[in-house]
C-alpha cells in the first residue's frame, strides 16, 4: 500500500563516476568490504552483536504475544459470492469457506465487522451431515463473530456456508461506494474495495490474518450494463433475466485475505502487453480513459523489469489499474487488481506537472513491486510490515531509475525518503523497524515513515554493500524459497546470508530491531602527509539533543574526498563505541576535503570538527562536493543544530555557502532547511526576522532571476523542479514587485480560462494561488472559490484547496474550513484546507486549532471509522507546526480528554516534535543570532 503522504548514488569514491550512470554502480561502490566484515565478527565488536542476537532468541516466542483467532478451523479455499446494490448501499453475500478442522469443537470463531449474518452452515466431510449453529455471537471489539454447534464438529475437512448481508460505506474501507460526475455532468456511483490491513471482514466472514492464506473464487452479480472484475480473470458470464449479469472468475492463488478485492461501475480502459505476456489493463471513469496512458506505460516497463530482477514470473494472467474516485491512501496492491486515488494513476499530458509524474510512477512501480514482496511472499505477522512497505519503497525508486535515467532517483532519495526517515526516527516515540504488535489493530499506526522509508533506507545501505547482482540473487533465493509463502524478517537475513557469504543478520540486526540511528561525532582529525586520521565516537542521535542509552549500531563508513586520486578500496565497519579511520587520502591542500558516508548511503548523521566543516563548505561553494553530498551535509548540520550539538549560528554560516547553488536535488534541500529555520525563527518573537528574510531572499533571487518565470522549451523534468522550488522561496521570501506581477498574472489568466495550463503550469500553480491570496483581499477568494467550481479534476482542485487558507481575513480561513467539512469536498481531501490555513502564518496555524477544538467531534465523526490515516492528517495540520511547551502541553491535554487510541502514536509523536521545536527555539534565543548585530549579510554572502 502506498501512503498518501510522499528518492544513491555509489557508495564509495571509488564509485563516483559509475554512480551516476544508475543503480548497478550505486550497488558497486560498497562490495568490497571483507575487513568490515571481519571487524564484524571480531570481539572487540561482539557485545552489541550479543545484545541483539537475544532479540533474536526473543522473537522466537514473539507469537505468544499475538492477538490471534484459534485455529479450530483453518480456511483452504473460500468461494465468495456478492451482489452489490448501488442504489440502497449494501451488498448481500455467501461464503462458502472450505478448510480442516483442526480437533473436534462446537466453536468456530472468524472476523467479521459491520455483516448482518442470520445464519450458519457447516458440512463435515466425514459424516457429510449439515450442521445449523444454535448461536451467533458478535464481539464489536474484537469484530468477530463466534459460531456457536449444537453438536461436535469432527476434526478433518468440511465446508462452512454463510450468507451475509452489508453495507457500501462512504468511509473508504471496506467494500465501500464512491462517487464521480461522468461526461455527461450525472453523478453516479462506484463500489470498490480497501481490505489492507484488517478490512476484508467487512466484506466478507474469514479469518482476516495475513499467514492464513487461502484460494479465493468469487462470484459477482451486478447490473448487465456495469462492469465488473476482481483479481482474476473472467471465467464465465451469464446473462440474468432481470437486468443482471452473473460473472464468475477463476480461482486466484493462495493469497492473504487482505488482497482480496473486486470493482463495479461504469468505467473505461487502456491496455497493453507486457514483453512478458501478461495483459495490463488500466480503467478509468467514463472519458479519461487517456489520462491512463502514462500509468499504463509504466505499469508494463514495471512488471517487465520486476519479472527479469527476481527471475520469478509474475503469476497472474493479467493485471488490473483502477483509478478509484474516493480512496484513503494512495494506491492498494490487491494482486492482480491494483487500485489507486485518481490523482496517483490519472496524467493529463497537456497539464500535468513533473511532480505528479514521478508521483505517479513510483507509485505504480511500488504497487507492482508488492506484486512479489507483499502478495507472492508475505509477512507473516503485522511486525513485518517492513518488508512489505521498505522494499516496495526501495524498488519504486530502483524500477523508477531503470525508466526514467534522468530523473536521477538515487539523487533525490537522500532529500526525500532518507530525509524522511531520518527527521522521524530521531524521535524517542519513535520505533523499531522490526516494531512489536500485538493486536493487529495496532497496525494502522506503523503504516509511516519507520516502515516505509527507514526500511527503504536500510535496504539501500545493504544494497549498496552487496552490490547489485549478488543483492538480487538472494532475493531471488527468497522468492523462489517462500512463494505463495510467509516468512519473517530472519528469512530475507538468510538468502542473503546464502548469497553473499556474508553475515547480514549481525550487520543488519542493530539496524531493524532497534528503533533510532546513530551520529557519528568526529572528535578530533590530522591531516599529515598523505593520510588523514579521526577520531571517532557514535551514539544514539535524539532530536532533543538528550542522552540516549548505550546502544550501538555496525555502522559501514563510505568516505569521499576532494584530493586527486582518492578511491576508497574498501569499506570499513564499525560497532564500537570509539574507533579510530586512518584514511590513505593522498596529500590534500588547505582546499580539500574528506566526507564521512559518501552519497549519504548509511541512515545517520555525521558531526565534524569546525576545521572539517570549514572545508567541507569549500567544497560546497566550489561545488567539488557531489550534489547527493551537498545536500546531505545541509541536511545533517539542521539536525545536528537542531539538537544542539552545534550552535545555530553554523546552519546560518552553511546555507550562506549554497548561494550560487545550481543543481535541483540540492536546492530542495535548501527549501527544507530555509522553511524550518523560518518555522522558528518567524514564531520566536526576536528582533531578526527580518534580516534572515533578506538572507533567504538575497541567496534565492539569483537562482530565481537564473530559471526565470517562464517555462523553457530546454527544460527538463529536475529544471521544471527546481523552477517550482525557487518559486515557492520567492513567494515567501521575496518583496520585488517584478515577481508579486509575475504571480498576479499567472493568477489572472487562471481566472480567466482555468484550463489554460500554459498560463500558469501545473508544478508552481499552487504556489502562485498562495502569493496572490496572501496579499489580496475577498475579492481573490471568491475568485479561486469560482475557478474551483469550474474545474473536475482532483488534482487542480487539489491545487486550490491548497492556496484558500492563506487569506489574511479570518472571516474567509473560517469559510474555507467550514466548507471543506460541510460534503462539498471528497472525504480524501478535506484535510487540504487545513494544511493550507494553518501553513500560511502563524495566525493561521492558531485559526486552525482553534477551529479543529471547536469542531472536534464533527471531523472526527466524519472520519471515524475510515483510515486513522485521515484523522493524523487533518491534526498534523492543524497543530503540528506549533513551536513552544505550552503548546504542546495544550496538544496533549486537548487529546487526554478527547482520545484517539486509533492514533495516539501519530499524536506522541507530534508532541514531542513540538517540543523539540520549543527547545530549538530556545536554542536560537541563546546564540548570537539573536542579535540583530549579528545579521551583516554582505558578510555572510562574502
Known amino acids: 500500500m502506498c501512503c498518501m503522504l510522499r528518492t544513491l548514488r555509489g557508495a564509495a569514491a571509488a564509485c563516483l563516476q559509475l554512480a551516476s550512470r544508475g543503480a548497478h554502480a550505486l550497488a558497486g561502490g560498497m562490495a568490497s568490504a571483507s575487513s568490515a566484515w571481519a571487524s564484524v565478527r571480531s570481539p572487540a565488536s561482539r557485545s552489541n552483536v550479543r545484545h541483539l542476537f537475544c532479540s533474536?532468541?526473543?522473537a522466537e516466542n514473539k507469537a505468544s504475544g499475538r492477538v490471534l483467532l484459534s485455529n479450530a478451523f483453518v480456511p483452504a479455499r473460500y468461494a465468495v459470492s456478492i451482489e452489490p446494490d448501488l442504489v440502497r448501499f449494501i451488498f448481500d453475500g455467501s461464503v462458502s469457506i472450505s478448510g480442516t478442522v483442526e480437533t473436534e469443537t462446537t466453536i468456530i470463531t472468524l472476523h467479521s465487522k459491520e455483516l448482518l449474518i442470520p445464519s450458519a452452515t457447516f458440512v463435515s466431510a466425514k459424516t457429510n451431515k449439515p450442521v445449523n449453529a444454535s448461536q451467533i455471537?458478535?464481539?464489536?471489539k474484537e469484530t468477530t463473530v463466534q459460531l456457536v454447534f449444537p453438536e461436535p464438529i469432527p476434526a478433518g475437512e468440511g465446508v462452512l456456508t454463510i450468507p451475509f448481508v452489508g453495507t457500501l460505506n462512504n468511509q473508504m474501507a471496506g467494500f465501500y461506494r464512491s462517487s464521480y460526475t461522468d461526461i455527461h455532468g450525472n453523478k453516479k456511483i462506484m463500489a470498490s474495495t480497501q481490505f489492507e490491513p484488517l478490512d476484508a471482514r467487512r466484506a466478507l466472514p474469514c479469518v482476516d490474518e495475513p499467514a492464513v492464506k487461502a484460494v479465493f473464487s468469487v462470484t459477482m452479480t451486478v447490473d448487465a450494463a456495469l462492469t465488473a472484475f476482481s483479481n482474476m480473470p473472467e471465467q464465465e458470464c451469464t446473462l440474468l433475466p432481470n437486468g443482471k449479469k452473473r460473472i464468475t472468475f477463476l480461482d486466484t492463488p493462495k493469497m492473504s485475505t487482505y488482497l482480496l478485492a473486486f470493482v463495479v461501475g461504469e468505467l473505461d480502459f487502456v491496455q497493453t502487453v507486457t514483453n512478458h505476456g501478461v495483459i495490463i489493463r488500466v480503467y478509468t471513469p467514463p472519458g479519461k480513459a487517456e489520462q491512463g496512458l502514462f500509468s499504463l506505460e509504466c505499469a508494463k516497463k514495471s512488471l517487465d523489469y520486476f519479472d527479469d530482477f527476481f527471475a520469478v514470473p509474475y503469476p497472474l494472467p493479467k493485471l488490473d489499474m483502477v483509478g478509484i474516485p474516493e480512496f484513503a491512501m494512495g494506491a492498494m496492491e490487491n494482486w492482480g487488481l491494483v487500485t489507486y486515488r485518481e490523482v496517483d494513476m490519472l496524467i493529463d499530458p497537456a497539464k500535468a506537472s513533473p511532480q505528479q509524474r514521478e508521483r505517479v510512477c513510483t507509485v505504480v512501480a511500488h504497487e507492482l513491486a508488492h506484486q512479489w514482496f507483499g502478495n507472492l511472499v508475505t509477512m507473516a505477522w503485522w511486525s513485518d510490515l517492513w518488508l512489505n512497505e521498505g522494499f516496495a519503497t526501495f524498488m519504486q525508486n530502483l524500477a523508477t531509475?531503470?525508466?526514467?535515467?534522468?530523473?536521477?532517483?538515487?539523487?533525490?532519495?537522500g532529500v526525500d525518503i532518507l530525509a524522511g526517515a531520518l527527521n522521524l526516527d530521531s524521535l524517542r516515540s519513535s520505533h523499531p523497524i522490526q516494531v512489536p504488535i500485538a493486536r493487529a489493530e495496532d497496525v494502522n499506526q506503523v503504516f509511516d515513515a519507520i516502515s516505509y522509508r527507514k526500511g527503504a533506507s536500510v535496504i539501500r545501505m545493504l544494497y549498496a554493500l552487496l552490490g547489485h547482482e549478488v543483492f538480487r540473487q538472494g532475493l531471488c533465493?527468497?522468492?523462489?524459497?517462500?512463494?505463495y509463502g510467509n516468512t519473517e524478517t530472519i528469512d530475507l537475513w538468510n538468502a542473503w546470508s546464502e548469497a553473499s557469504g556474508r553475515p547480514i543478520r549481525e550487520l543488519?540486526?542493530?539496524?531493524?530491531?532497534?528503533?533510532?540511528?546513530?551520529?557519528?561525532?568526529?572528535?578530533?582529525?590530522?591531516?599529515?602527509?598523505?593520510?588523514?586520521?579521526?577520531?571517532?565516537?557514535?551514539?544514539w542521535f535524539l532530536a532533543d539533543g538528550s542522552a540516549g542509552d548505550d546502544r550501538l549500531w555496525t555502522v559501514p563508513i563510505p568516505i569521499i574526498s576532494s584530493v586527486d586520486g582518492f578511491a576508497q578500496s574498501e569499506v570499513p565497519m564499525h560497532s564500537t563505541k570509539t574507533f579510530t579511520l586512518t584514511v590513505p587520502v593522498g596529500a590534500g591542500g588547505p582546499g580539500d576535503w574528506i566526507k564521512l558516508n559518501g552519497n549519504q548511503t548509511v541512515p545517520m548523521r555525521v558531526k565534524y570538527t569546525p576545521e572539517l566543516l570549514a572545508r567541507l563548505a569549500t567544497g560546497v561553494r566550489n561545488k567539488t562536493l557531489p550534489a547527493a553530498d551537498r545536500a546531505g551535509l545541509l541536511l545533517d548540520t539542521l539536525a545536528l543544530v537542531r539538537a544542539g550539538h552545534y550552535d545555530p549560528a553554523v546552519i546560518i554560516e552553511l546555507l550562506a555557502a549554497y548561494k550560487d547553488e545550481e543543481n535541483p536535488n540540492v536546492w530542495t534541500a535548501i527549501s527544507q532547511v530555509i522553511s524550518a529555520l523560518d518555522r522558528i525563527v518567524s514564531s520566536s518573537g526576536l528582533p531578526i526576522y527580518g534580516q534572515f528574510c533578506d538572507l533567504v531572499a538575497r541567496i534565492v533571487t539569483p537562482a530565481m532571476d537564473r530559471v526565470g518565470w517562464?517555462?523553457?522549451?530546454?527544460?527538463?523534468?529536475?529544471?521544471?523542479?527546481?523552477?517550482?522550488?525557487?518559486?515557492g522561496l520567492v513567494g515567501r521570501f521575496s518583496k520585488r514587485p517584478a515577481d508579486k506581477a509575475a504571480a498576479r498574472a499567472r493568477f489572472d489568466a487562471v481566472c480567466?480560462?482555468?484550463?489554460?495550463?500554459a498560463a500558469c503550469p501545473s508544478e508552481f500553480r499552487t504556489i502562485v494561488f498562495q502569493m496572490v491570496l496572501r496579499d489580496g483581499g475577498e475579492a481573490e477568494f471568491q475568485a479561486l472559490r469560482k475557478v474551483y467550481q469550474q474545474l473536475t479534476s482532483d488534482v487542480e482542485r487539489k491545487q486550490i484547496m491548497f492556496a484558500l487558507g492563506y487569506t489574511p481575513i479570518p472571516r474567509l480561513r473560517a469559510e474555507a474550513m467550514d466548507w471543506a467539512i460541510s460534503g462539498a469536498v471528497k472525504l480524501q481531501d478535506f484535510f487540504y484546507t487545513f494544511t493550507s490555513v494553518s501553513g500560511a502564518s502563524h495566525e493561521g496555524l492558531e485559526t486552525a486549532w482553534a477551529y479543529l477544538q471547536q469542531n472536534f467531534d464533527r471531523i472526527h465523526g466524519m472520519v471515524a471509522t475510515a483510515s486513522p490515516s485521515l484523522m493524523d492528517a487533518v491534526i498534523n495540520a492543524c497543530c503540528g507546526a506549533f513551536t513552544t511547551t505550552a503548546r504542546a502541553d495544550e496538544i496533549e491535554?486537548?487529546?487526554?480528554?478527547?482520545p484517539l487510541p486509533a492514533n495516539q502514536r501519530r499524536l506522541s509523536q507530534l508532541i514531542e516534535g513540538v517540543r523539540v521545536a520549543a527547545a530549538f527555539t530556545g536554542r536560537v534565543a541563546a546564540s548570537p543570532i539573536a542579535h540583530e548585530a549579528y545579521w551583516n549579510v554582505d558578510k555572510l554572502l562574502a
Open 56 to 58: 533474536h532468541i526473543m
Open 137 to 140: 455471537n458478535f464481539n464489536l
Open 401 to 413: 531509475d531503470n525508466i526514467f535515467p534522468d530523473w536521477r532517483m538515487w539523487d533525490q532519495f
Open 477 to 483: 533465493i527468497y522468492m523462489a524459497r517462500h512463494k
Open 508 to 539: 543488519m540486526a542493530s539496524w531493524t530491531e532497534q528503533m533510532g540511528y546513530p551520529v557519528l561525532t568526529v572528535t578530533s582529525s590530522s591531516w599529515v602527509g598523505d593520510a588523514v586520521t579521526l577520531n571517532v565516537e557514535q551514539q
Open 710 to 727: 517562464d517555462v523553457s522549451a530546454d527544460d527538463g523534468h529536475l529544471s521544471k523542479i527546481m523552477r517550482s522550488t525557487l518559486v
Open 752 to 757: 480567466a480560462n482555468p484550463s489554460d495550463a
Open 893 to 898: 491535554a486537548f487529546f487526554g480528554a478527547h
